[in-house]
């Protein structure tokens, strides 16, 4: 465990439960006939649709196995991985049930979506705030993303309930990490990353930043067919929300709202992006490699940690050098040989939206040939002054703390930072 990791006292305490029986596994089972029984019982469903989405229970038992043998889960982390996968199944069954009862709903429309894609801590999630200011666009809320479907007849209440229950997978965090906030802010009614309802499939990007699972990455790696059955589920996740309606209420002029989605995790994929939506709109934001990498490292340090104590974070670091230059290097290839539209994708500088947010997303919306909305300067100066940087505290962090040395990283992104034009900071 890297020393710069601690837990508050209540959950180092909770832990030694698990010490006390000498295994966490003695107290919370993570057997993937179990969470299934479980889930089947307290819905009373048992259609998950297998032959609409094929592979999907065999992902299951690849990942719960994985996590259970390889991940070294302290009490805590076998306590919300447990909840975690059994409110997923829970759901999942409840959606099949639904889609089945609504065939309405696969009909919903989903055109031209506008993605905010890009390694993270390249100002993805502060893009996606900005963007969603915007009444012609519709990104997915933090409580509707883990509570998708309706549990009260009330349309008020029901809102209040899951807004409630949500907090269990968003605020939380805060509370087992404090300064968790200050590198990502979550919160209930915050518009959401797409990793939130993509976990519904276990080959999501969600489990991925949470666990260290070789295993099941192997076997990803030998199952590429899946990802296509993630961007498959995606559609139907914005079906099924479109098809309940805009927490928001309809928009002003009447016309279906434009999907705004994002994730870093879609950097990787995008093939798979467009393969589902070829209409999709992309903006691809950028930073200087040294900060992002040292950053993100971090941060996936932190999400590790709320769940095991062998989190070695000096060996993550090597670890996400590698794959974002794969993934950079592998994006321009793909837009630079014709296969991503690269007439579609448009680049984001973090420096640029720092320097001058307003100037920054008017220049992308011109760039993506869509209507600046009346006002939309001022909706964006409002909201950055009631969010001032530094709001919930400061990241600190260091390259050699995350295992990465400045020079290495430095050349091993030489040809994606020279690409784009990158500034180093």
Known sequence: MSEALQHPNWVRRLNLFGDAVGDPRSLVGLDPDELLAIARDTTGLDDVGASQWPGWETTFREFVASVDTESQLHLLGRVLTRGEIVRMLQTRFRLQAHWTATPALVAEPVTAPLFVVGPPRTGTTILLELLALDESLRAPIAWEAVQPLPRLADPVADRAERRRLAEAEQEFWADIDPNFMAMHELASDLPCECVHFLAYDFAGPYWSMHYDTPS????????????????????????????????????????????????????????????EYPDALVIHTHRDPRKFIASLTSLLGVLRFMRSDAVDVAALGPMMEMAYEMFLNGAIAQRTDGSLPAHQIVDSHFLDLMADPVANVHGLYDQLGLDWPAGHDARIRDYLADKPKGKHGTHSYTMESVGLDENHVRATFAHYVAHYGITEE
């Open 216 to 275: 099941f990455i192997g076997w990803q790696l030998e199952n590429l067919d899946t990802i296509g059955r993630v961007y498959r589920l995606h559609r139907r996740m914005l079906q099924t929300f479109q098809h309940a309606g805009d927490p928001r209420g309809p928009a002003v002029d009447g016309h279906d709202r434009r999907w705004l989605l994002k994730s870093p995790a879609h950097v990787s994929t995008l093939p798979q992006l467009f393969a």
